[in-house]
């Protein structure tokens, strides 16, 4: 068993829906990472979260430690926000990022 | 810009031949990542630094494979008699801190390609 998994592995909405994608990991974690990649390779880091919620712009996660899940929502999805976005938690033993598979984002206008 | 650089962001490159990729953190940040990652799937990790020590390495870096960063700033990753398996995205992070409670800050990667 993978000790990150991510669902859904692909997802297609039209733009303005509601997204969540959620993550869930098997290992104690220091902090969790979500990380979005475009096509090309850039990685930009979205959030880090240890407890509760952080909310920036459209883009809002949220993570309970004692059910070791994540969730990262999309509020009114746009086409730009088009890419795969990954979940990484950081181990607490030694915290290295542990990588999600990604889920793959696309958004049709 | 005062973000992580990496260069050179493309590098083609005869099987056999070595290779190096040099990675600028963002100044201050006293941690430094190096990721590898294919097409199609997600990042591995291949070492990290805190200063100038070379703290963990992956089984993945292999003894072709060397990384150092010298003076606790910039790091520098060498592929030796570089083989066609090598060619991926290898990316550079950075962070500041004692732990992974810091945001981390990806670079754009170098892409090798080894014909």
């Known amino acids: 068993k993978n000790e990150v998994e991510q669902s859904p592995q692909n997802l297609t909405a039209q733009e303005g829906e509601f997204i969540t994608i959620n993550c869930s990991y098997s290992v104690g974690i220091s902090a969790l990472h979500w990380l979005q990649q475009h096509p090309g390779g850039g990685i930009v880091s979205l959030f880090m979260?240890?407890?509760?919620?952080k909310k920036h712009g459209r883009l809002i996660a949220t993570i309970n430690i004692q059910e070791k899940h994540s969730s990262l929502h999309i509020t009114a999805s746009h086409p730009r926000d088009s890419a795969v976005y990954i979940c990484a938690p950081a181990s607490y033993s030694n915290y290295q990022l542990i990588w999600g598979a990604g889920t793959k984002l696309i958004i049709k206008p | 810009d005062t973000g992580v650089s990496q260069n050179p962001r493309h590098k083609i490159t005869k099987r056999g031949q070595n290779v190096t990729f040099r990675c600028d953190p963002i100044?201050?940040?006293?941690?430094l990542y190096w990721y590898r990652q294919t097409l199609g799937q997600g990042p591995e990790f291949l070492t990290y630094?805190?200063?100038?020590?070379?703290?963990?390495k992956s089984r993945l870096l292999s003894d072709r494979f060397s990384a150092e960063r010298p003076k606790g700033s910039f790091s520098t990753l060498e592929i030796q008699r570089t083989e066609q398996g090598d060619s991926a995205m290898y990316l550079c992070a950075s962070s500041f801190g004692q732990n992974s409670g810091n945001t981390i800050y990806f670079g754009e990667g170098s892409w090798l390609t080894v014909v």
């Open positions: 100044s201050e940040h006293n941690r």
């Open positions: 630094f805190q200063n100038e020590a070379q703290l963990e």
């Open positions: 979260l240890s407890s509760g919620k």
